[in-house]
């Protein structure tokens, strides 16, 4: 049950090497800062150690850098925290949307956009299983997606960054269809983020009001001649 801020270790330790407890480190406890305090080590050594998940290291005479080294570190892990924090919020959010959201990741052409994410929604929208869609080729998944004017707003807004408003429209392929309406956003510097819903209920309920009305009308005229 034993957590430390902080972790400072010898590179060269009795049976085993630092490498060895920086493993178990970040194994034991990932989030925890890792400083190497030693004698002498050289610079590839160093470097290995830094890939392999070290936040620094100092030499043995060189210790009045221990103070800032320590700060930097906490400060450092105060923040991955926060950020995972924020990350966990709006990975809570994406899945729990009601709107379907798919984030696709265009190749160098902007010919070719792979589903690189998918929430929840989308498995009860489209009726197929993230594992299905993630990676693909969308136009695989979809494949009348060209034709349904869907790929060339995700092109231009992938080159614009601005966002568009891609209006109720049918989709139809040979497993499923539905009228769609989509917002399309430019995420980041290099995806493509689509949210949308099926309006296939709503646009039928508009259009029984739209005949109920006429017949309403219909019947009043035939009234209005009546009388």
Known sequence: DFKPDLILADYKLPSFDGLHALAIAREKAPQTPYIFVTG???EERAVESIKQGATDYLIKDRLARLPEAVQRAMVEKTQRAQLREVENHYHQLFENLSSGVMIFQPDASG???????????????EQLRRADLIGRNV??????????????VLRRVWISGETEHFPP????????????ESYVYRFGSNEVVAVYEDVSERLEHETQIK????????ISACNEDLV
């Open 40 to 42: 002498a080590m050289g």
């Open 169 to 180: 429209a049918l989709y139809v392929d040979s497993r499923i269809s539905g009228w769609r």
């Open 139 to 152: 136009e695989e998944a979809f494949p009348n997606l060209r034709a349904f004017g869907l790929l060339d």
């Open 211 to 218: 005949w109920l009305n006429r017949i309403l009308r219909t």
């Open 111 to 125: 010919e070719v956009f792979v589903i690189k994410a998918a929430n929840r929604a989308v498995e009860r929208i």
